[in-house]
T-cell receptor, first 112, second 111 residues
């Protein structure tokens, strides 16, 4: 039973650049949520995708956008990177939306 | 702004003792609650979910939910050094698909 996978594991970018992170949900799951976790903080909800649509969004600027593909995998795009975007980006999948979420290993993004 | 609050710790307990981790929440409509364990540099790993008032046991872990008082707790019996991690409490905000996480409590089990 394949768990949630994310790529890449680490990424270094400079301010102003754009980045794309990828996630494949756990087998049997159709819903993907993205989180940003700064050091010493809990994960902050960015958005959730279901049926290829953004179903719920947290308090993040429009620089953060996403996409979900027919196979339920998802991408997180961040434009015009800021130093403050440096964080661990987590993808979590579930079936249905409000049920138990399972996290991928995360992508650690460093913005210089 | 709905919130989930946890004491950041660290909470230090000796090996073999019971560790008690607490979480309070502000959204009275919250229906489900989750405890995750996160080792340093790793992603959160699900420990337990709880939906009803009372206790739910799974091995050395017991989750307790009291909706009237709006708190959730996690008890870890026979704590081991390998339990040393940050424990995160989470709940979806009622009527939404937005999950709110606490900042986590850092647990240190001393050998």
């Amino acid at each position: 039973d394949a768990g949630v996978t994310q790529s890449p594991t680490h990424l270094i970018k400079t301010r102003g650049q754009q980045v794309t992170l990828r996630c494949s949900p756990k087998s049997g799951h159709d819903t993907v949520s993205w989180y940003q976790q700064a050091l010493g903080q809990g994960p902050q909800f960015i958005f959730q995708y279901y049926e290829e649509e953004e179903r719920q969004r947290g308090n993040f600027p429009d620089r953060f956008s996403g996409h979900q593909f027919p196979n339920y995998s998802s991408e997180l795009n961040v434009n015009a990177l800021l130093l403050g975007d440096s964080a661990l980006y987590l993808c979590a999948s579930t079936s249905g939306g409000r049920e138990t979420q399972y996290f991928g290993p995360g992508t650690r993004l460093l913005v210089l | 702004q709905k919130e989930v609050e946890q004491n950041s710790g660290p909470l230090s307990v000796p090996e073999g003792a019971i560790a008690s981790l607490n979480c309070t929440y502000s959204d009275r409509g919250s229906q489900s609650f989750f405890w995750y364990r996160q080792y340093s540099g790793k992603s959160p790993e699900l420990i337990m979910s709880i939906y009803s008032n009372g206790d739910k046991e799974d091995g050395r872990f017991t989750a307790q939910l009291n909706k009237a008082s709006q708190y959730v707790s996690l008890l870890i019996r026979d704590s081991q050094p390998s339990d040393s991690a940050t424990y995160l409490c989470a709940s979806p905000t009622s009527g939404t698909y937005k999950y709110i996480f606490g900042t986590g409590t850092r647990l240190k089990v001393l050998a």
